[in-house]
């Protein structure tokens, strides 16, 4: 237990950085809070315990009376393993358990509920933060760069292509490897020697990989377009032709597949779009071309 006199002087000291937090410029450091994922996932395995132990005695306790049960057995109650002594509940333990077990369930539905939530949030690494990162001086580096923090202002992440994701595991892992590379020099803290405020680095992974994507995604539809069109105008023979258009409606539903999150019904329209538009080009090209 620390000392009586410490808190008063911790609790200043946190205000000080709570409050240069909340009064920062970079959304990053002003809406960026840690999601205590393990922290999180502990909880609801010991609430996972302390149900199934009850969840057991129920099972027990319906199995010791013997009651036949129905035709189909959904539960396969008739393959049930049975304990050999179980204990008789009265209406007092029934009515104990029954209140126990209400609590817990609302509980371990809450946390299920909330965790899903703050799965489906934006995150980021606290080393994107250079401010937020400078205040935990008990992690190590690579400590900072596996820690995630949420973006609490920015809605729920319901769409992430596998490529941006891979985007966003890059620039995370640059910036860790550019800062782990870098001199280290004395930190002077937020305010320098005169008296002008740190001007801290920011790195908005999210928003850089939702650009890079698109961009990417723009050119290489560019790429599917021109190539098979440039080849298709110069080429005569009808087979080598469908052979172009084949081997391009293939590649490009691979690509599609593999960078975009997209489904099974989404993939085929796609592809079906793809391959009308190189069949409109080769049933329009005059009859020279043919």
């Known amino acids: 237990m620390p000392d009586v006199p410490d808190k008063p002087d911790k609790l200043k000291r946190q205000f000080s950085t709570h409050w240069q937090s909340s009064t920062a410029d970079s959304n990053l450091t002003l809406h960026g809070f840690r999601r205590f994922k393990t922290t999180h996932l502990l909880n609801l395995r010991f609430l996972e315990a302390e149900i ?12 010791s009376l013997d009651i036949p049960p129905s035709t189909t057995d959904r539960l396969g109650l008739k393959h049930s393993k049975r304990d050999k002594d179980v204990p008789e509940f009265d209406d007092a333990a029934i009515k104990q358990l029954v ?14 509920i909330s965790f899903n939530k703050i799965m489906s949030m934006d995150t980021f690494s606290l080393l994107d933060d250079e401010q937020s990162s400078s205040q ?3 992690l190590t580096l690579y400590e900072k760069y596996k820690t995630r923090l949420l973006r609490v202002d920015q809605g729920p ?16 892992k640059f910036r860790y490897w550019r800062l782990s ?14 008296n002008k405020r740190k ?13 890079l994507s698109r961009l990417v995604i723009a050119l290489t539809t560019s790429v599917f377009l021109i190539v098979p069109l440039a080849l298709l ?8 032709q469908l052979t172009i258009i084949a081997v391009c409606i293939v590649v490009f539903s691979f690509v599609v597949t593999v960078l975009l999150k997209a489904s099974n019904l989404e993939m085929m329209i796609v592809t079906a779009a793809y391959a009308a538009i190189l069949s409109v080009f080769v049933s329009n090209a005059p009859e020279g071309v043919k």
């Open 233 to 240: 105008s110069s080429e005569s023979r009808k087979g080598v």
């Open 136 to 138: 935990r001086d008990d």
């Open 199 to 211: 001007q801290w680095s920011y790195q908005s992974t999210s928003l850089i990989s939702s650009f």
């Open 52 to 63: 199934a132990e009850l969840d057991h005695a129920i099972y027990q306790a319906g199995l």
């Open 99 to 112: 209140l126990r077990l209400r609590g817990l369930l609302q509980q371990y539905d809450e946390a299920l």
């Open 181 to 194: 590379n870098k001199p280290k020099v004395d930190a002077e803290g937020p305010v320098s020697r005169n």
């Open 157 to 172: 992440r319901v769409h992430l292509d596998p490529f941006q994701r891979w985007l966003h595991k890059l620039l995370r």
